[in-house]
């Protein structure tokens, strides 16, 4: 059963940042794109950032130049770094397959970001 488990959230001061981490198990990871998505309160969750198998990374405009994600293979593990952080980016973070995630989501990680 394929288990995601999302940390490293937290309250931050506009312009700060903060590093997310997503652990998979029971999936061989490395064969997937991966991505980590956000969920504001009331709204749908939006794709943020993804990676390829062979490392290339894409991301949408709000957070182009902010955030990176990037992955390591031997942990299981994809991380999202986050820069210059916003009010706006306040959501619940999860990261899944980039396409046709897996059913089960993690249960996320909360970013705030407030004075």
């Known amino acids: 059963q394929v288990q995601l488990v999302e940390s490293g959230g937290g309250l931050v001061q506009p312009g700060g940042s903060l590093r997310l981490s997503c652990a998979a198990s029971?999936?061989?990871?490395?064969?997937?794109?991966m991505g980590w998505y956000r969920q504001a309160p009331g709204k749908q969750r939006e794709f943020v950032a993804g990676i390829t198998t062979d490392n290339k990374t894409y991301d949408v405009d709000s957070v182009k130049g902010r955030f990176t994600i990037s992955r390591d293979n031997a942990k299981n593990t994809v991380y999202l770094q986050m820069n210059s952080l916003k009010p706006e980016d306040t959501a619940v973070y999860y990261c899944n397959k980039r396409f046709q995630p897996f059913v089960s989501w993690g249960q996320g990680t909360q970013v705030t970001v407030s004075s």
């Open positions: 029971g999936t061989i990871f490395n064969i997937y794109t």
